[in-house]
């Protein structure tokens, strides 16, 4: 086993919903990738990405076949994960109301935090 350089974790239950919601097969590469964000010292842009006009919003990116599912994540302190909502990717974009959802949980976040 690889030695993490990250720990990744969920923020309240939205990821295991969406995680729980999946066929086993996509489960098993949502962990695999999840795993790559842990262990890899530079995560491939294939397996995450920065959204474009989000303050530190990124996407870890699951594909099997052609069926293409996002997670949306933050790095809190650098070398922490948060797990944030995911959903099943069927456009091209991806669409403005999930990040929306995403852009308001990371903020709730760190709201939190300060408490």
Known sequence: MDRK????ISYK?????FLLAQPQKVQDKI??????IETYERIPST??????????LFEARIKLGSNIWRVFCFFDKGRLVILLNGFTKKTQKTPKKEIDRAT?????YYE???E
């Open 104 to 108: 308001r949980l990371m903020t709730e």
């Open 31 to 36: 962990f695999k990738v999840v795993e790559i």
């Open 112 to 114: 939190n935090k300060k």
């Open 13 to 17: 239950h939205y990821f295991e919903e």
């Open 47 to 56: 397996y995450l990405k920065a959204i474009a006009g989000t303050d530190g």
């Open 5 to 8: 350089v990250r720990t990744v």
